[in-house]
């Protein structure tokens, strides 16, 4: 049976996140309708992280087991026609049986998007946080670098959050000022429950001046949630990027650019 992956983009903001839920509409329930159409059967379609409730994703990962036999031009197409507006098929790759887009995945990457300004943007709305306080990037960058390397994160890590262990290797935390926007760039072998928005609330509070960039490292070390900043809003939230071995010919992700949005 053919096992197919697909690279996804969406709005997240009308969904309660990647995964299926029996009362509220999801996107994984959105693609497997709509991969089930062009297959006329049912299928089961498995993403490589599992986004909230309004996050959203340039460059998610899926795949799925289908005995239909289609070009992948026709599976681009019929995926798309079955989409609603918010989500869109971006590729469509037959890989070995051996691929699975959580398991296999390398790495992934996150972009935060914070709009830092005084006036609320009509067009960024749900898509960034936006802060009106001036922040100051320099101790941000210098925080952002307390946390590098292979870590407990337990004080970034959500309260609900199932995960069997709180250690990551978190291998770029880069923040940049693009126009209006503060970018925060974040990439790890795997993430914690919040752990993204969890880093930038507490990246904020040193950008605001409410705590110098050592402070980051301290709680860090302490493992103590309450220690931490406040959880950013998920709207400023994308998954940009996952990384696989090269034999599996997974399209690399498009570069993330405030601009672009």
Do not use: K
């Not at 220690?227 to 399209?251: K, N, Q």
């Amino acid at each position: 049976m053919p096992r197919l992956a697909i690279g996804i983009e969406y709005d997240g903001t009308a969904f309660c996140g990647w995964q299926r839920q029996a009362h509220a509409g999801s996107i994984q329930a959105a693609v497997e309708t709509a991969v089930s159409a062009v297959a006329d059967e049912p299928v089961a379609v498995n993403a490589a992280g599992r986004t909230d409730a309004g996050v959203h994703a340039c460059a998610q990962v899926a795949h799925f087991d289908t005995g239909a036999r289609r070009s992948l031009r026709s599976w681009l197409l019929g995926v798309n026609s079955n989409l609603p507006a918010q989500v869109s098929v971006a590729w469509v790759r037959e890989v070995p049986e051996t691929f699975e887009a959580r398991y296999s995945a390398l790495a992934r990457t996150y972009h935060y998007l914070i709009l830092n300004r005084d006036a609320r943007s009509a067009l960024h709305h749900d898509r960034a946080w936006w802060v009106t306080a001036a922040l100051a990037l320099a101790p941000m960058q210098a925080a952002a670098a307390e946390l590098l390397g292979e870590h407990d994160f337990s004080a970034f890590r959500a309260a609900q959050c199932q995960a069997r262990s709180p250690r990551r290797e978190l291998q770029r935390l880069v923040l940049t000022r693009q126009g209006g926007f503060i970018v925060v760039e974040c990439r790890a072998n795997a993430f914690l429950h919040h752990m993204v928005r969890n880093i930038v609330g507490s990246l904020v509070r040193v950008g605001r001046g409410e705590a110098e960039p050592g402070w980051l490292g301290r709680v860090l070390r302490e493992r103590d949630r309450r220690a931490a900043g406040m959880t950013a809003p998920a709207c400023g939230l994308y998954l940009t990027a996952v990384s696989y071995p090269e034999h599996f010919g997974i399209p690399a992700a498009p570069v993330f650019r405030a601009g672009d949005l």
